[in-house]
T-cell receptor
Framework: NAGVTQTPKFQVLKTGQSMTLQCAQDMNHEYMSWYRQDPGMGLRLIHYSVGAGITDQGEVPNGYNVSRSTTEDFPLRLLSAAPSQTSVYFC??????????????FGQGTRLTVV | GESVGLHLPTLSVQEGDNSIINCAYSNSASDYFIWYKQESGKGPQFIIDIRSNMDKRQGQRVTVLLNKTVKHLSLQIAATQPGDSAVYFCAEADTDKLIFGTGTRLQVFP
């Protein structure tokens, strides 16, 4: 049971480039979410999904897109990378279908640097 | 708006002592709270949770207290060990969003 798997672990982008951060879970969890973590700050919610085909915005959605075509996968797309998007990105999933009131499992993170 | 904050950014305790990490939240509608531990270079790891219909919950060496009147949450760690050194986050859930606080770094010295 792999849990939540994020790829890549590290990535360097040039300003203006686009890329997709991958997140997959094998626990059949309905709820998935993306956070970013900046130095000295907590995790801020970017986007979340309560089930396949459903996504919604979190606290800091600008500059990011998501889709949820399957229960297992929840990729995060950076449309045109900016230095302000340099951060560590965490994907999380939890069992609950419509409410985030159960334990969330986190991936190991993707450290992204935009130069 | 929703916000979760912590009173102390860094807490230093001696090995064997008890640790108390505090958290304030502002959303009265939040009905589920979680404490996470994050070690360097790793993702947050679940420690303990509590629902709004409870005011105390105990785990192994950890206790979470919830005071809804003053919107305060605390994490107590008994007999703190070097392996407890990490950043601790509280998080609150309201329907479909899990919002994290800034975090408190716990340092354990011998």
């Amino acid at each position: 049971n792999a849990g939540v798997t994020q790829t890549p672990k590290f990535q360097v982008l040039k300003t203006g480039q686009s890329m997709t951060l991958q997140c997959a879970q094998d626990m059949n969890h309905e709820y998935m979410s993306w956070y970013r973590q900046d130095p000295g700050m907590g995790l801020r919610l970017i986007h979340y999904s309560v089930g396949a085909g459903i996504t919604d915005q979190g606290e800091v959605p600008n500059g990011y897109n998501v889709s949820r075509s399957t229960t297992e996968d929840f990729p995060l797309r950076l449309l045109s990378a900016a230095p302000s998007q340099t951060s560590v990105y965490f994907c999380a999933s939890s069992y609950s279908s419509s409410r985030v009131n159960t334990e969330a499992f986190f991936g190991q993170g993707t450290r992204l640097t935009v130069v | 708006g929703e916000s979760v904050g912590l009173h102390l950014p860094t807490l230093s305790v001696q090995e064997g002592d008890n640790s108390i990490i505090n958290c304030a939240y502002s959303n009265s509608a939040s009905d589920y709270f979680i404490w996470y531990k994050q070690e360097s270079g790793k993702g947050p790891q679940f420690i303990i949770d509590i629902r709004s219909n409870m005011d105390k919950r105990q785990g192994q060496r950890v206790t979470v207290l919830l005071n809804k009147t003053v919107k305060h949450l605390s994490l107590q760690i008994a007999a703190t060990q070097p392996g407890d050194s990490a950043v601790y986050f509280c998080a609150e859930a309201d329907t479909d969003k899990l919002i994290f606080g800034t975090g408190t770094r716990l340092q354990v010295f011998p």
